[in-house]
């Protein structure tokens, strides 16, 4: 039962060091989703992938690289961490049109 | 674009006692509509869902109706418990495609006992 499970739990950052946030899923989903989660403001999109070897652009996608390294994997990557990307990182994956996204439990993000 | 407004919190209520927290949205065409629930240090958990008009999503005596009308899906329980204290996110995805979800800003509901 492990759905979409997200590594590290936890992690904190210099301002310009880099870092890549694991998520996999094992629904055999194709659609996965990162969200950035900030107090007041809900989730916002950063990048989705709709299937296996395609990625777009989001809401708020400055400061972030995506790899859909296969059907189960999406990793966020940041190449230079700012203070201002000190959040809660969410993934999701979904199937079909109408079903649900199902989410990992966050990464918590600190940059100092 | 597509957008969801909810009431601010928190929310602080009595056990036992009725619950609404509204939603309202903009969208074209006929999105798909989302009560999430996130209790703390946890991710994100679907409550309820409605796909289209007049539906009503319910679960753990939770429901909220489809209103395409007023354009608005608000979330109600007759009897809250201490356990339902969490952060609620209205949310919705428009149809068709694998699009994301848009969410509101979420609303924290404490229930004293």
């Known amino acids: 039962n492990a759905g979409v499970t997200q590594t590290p739990k936890f992690q904190v950052l210099k301002t310009g060091q880099s870092m890549t946030l694991q998520c996999a899923q094992d629904m055999n989903h194709n659609s996965m989703y990162w969200y950035r989660q900030d107090p007041g403001m809900g989730l916002r999109l950063i990048y989705y992938s709709a299937s296996e070897g395609t990625t777009d652009k989001g809401e708020v996608p400055n400061g972030y690289n995506v790899s859909r390294l296969n059907k189960r994997e999406f990793s966020l990557r940041l190449e230079s961490a700012a203070p201002s990307q000190t959040s809660v990182y969410f993934c999701a994956s979904k199937d079909t049109q109408a079903q649900p996204q199902h989410f990992g439990d966050g990464t918590r993000l600190s940059i100092l | 674009g597509n957008s969801v407004t909810q009431m601010e919190g928190p929310v602080t209520l009595s056990e036992e006692a009725f619950l609404t927290i509204n939603c309202t949205y903009t969208?074209?065409?006929?999105?798909?509509l989302f009560w999430y629930v996130q209790y703390p240090g946890e991710g994100l958990q679907l409550l309820l869902k409605a796909t289209k008009a007049d539906d009503k999503g319910s679960n753990k005596g939770f429901e909220a109706t489809y209103r395409k009308e007023t354009t608005s899906f608000h979330l109600e329980k007759g009897s809250v418990q201490v356990s339902d204290s969490a952060v609620y996110f209205c949310a919705l995805t428009p149809r068709p495609g694998r699009r994301a979800l848009t969410f509101g800003s979420g609303t924290r509901l404490q229930v004293q006992p």
């Open positions: 969208a074209t065409g006929y999105p798909s």
